[in-house]
């Protein structure tokens, strides 16, 4: 039964880059949210997909944007990146976006 | 608005013992769900234990269980016969609707 799986693990870009992180969700999931991890703190919710359309946003600036594709799994893209992006991105899928969502390990993203 | 407050920033428990991390929580929704999370080094949040609001029993797993009182938005998480694999950042979270609202998070040390 495959994992949630995200890619890179690792990223470094410099501010005013573009920065596209990928994410696989859980097999038989067809939801996937996306989270901002600053160090030492709680995920925040970025946004959900389902069936390729953002449901649900968080409060974050249209710098973020995602997609979902037929195939369930999904992008997350942030532009412009400034220095305060910099977080740990983690993805979480679930079935029809039900409450219980699984995480991926992560993508450490740093922005100098 | 949704609000989880973890108010033990660290926690510290010997090998064999029990320990309990509390967490408090805010809304106006009826229904909604409650989680812990572990987050090892590893950065992998791993899902630990689940209560939905409208179940009066409290859940339980394994060495985990929850002690939820509803009318006091209480929602502590007791480790039993602690192991030092239970050594991580320990989350609470509230879900209702599409995205899950984390708090800040407890640093468990188990020490031999």
């Known amino acids: 039964d495959a994992g949630v799986t995200q890619s890179p693990t690792h990223l470094i870009k410099t501010r005013g880059q573009q920065v596209t992180l990928r994410c696989s969700p859980k097999s ?9 991890q600053a160090l030492g703190q709680g995920p925040q919710f970025i946004f959900q997909y389902y069936e390729e359309e953002e449901r649900q946003r968080g409060n974050f600036p249209d710098r973020f944007s995602g997609h979902q594709f037929p195939n369930y799994s ?3 893209n942030v532009n412009a990146l400034l220095l305060g992006d910099s977080a740990l991105y983690l ?5 029809r976006g039900e409450e219980t969502q699984y995480f991926g390990p992560g993508t450490r993203l740093l922005v100098l | ?9 660290e926690m510290s428990v010997q090998e064999a013992e029990t320990v309990t991390l509390s967490c408090t929580y805010d809304t106006s929704e009826s229904d909604y769900y409650l989680f812990w999370y572990k ?3 590893s950065r992998q949040m791993i899902l630990v234990i689940r209560q939905e609001a409208y179940k009066q029993q409290n859940a339980t ?4 269980s929850v002690n939820f009182q ?20 320990y989350f609470c979270a509230l879900g209702s609707g599409y995205a899950l609202n984390f708090g800040k998070g ?4 188990v020490t031999p």
């Open chain 2, 1 to 9: 608005a949704q609000t989880v407050t973890q108010s033990q920033p």
């Open chain 2, 61 to 64: 797993e394994n060495r985990f």
């Open chain 1, 74 to 76: 999904s992008e997350l």
């Open chain 1, 28 to 36: 038989g999931h067809d939801t996937v949210s996306w989270y901002q």
């Open chain 2, 39 to 41: 987050q090892p080094p």
């Open chain 2, 70 to 89: 509803k009318a006091a938005k209480s929602f502590s998480l007791k480790i039993s016969d602690s192991q030092l694999g239970d050594a991580a950042m």
């Open chain 2, 106 to 109: 407890t640093s468990l040390l």
């Open chain 1, 91 to 95: 993805c979480a899928s679930s079935w």
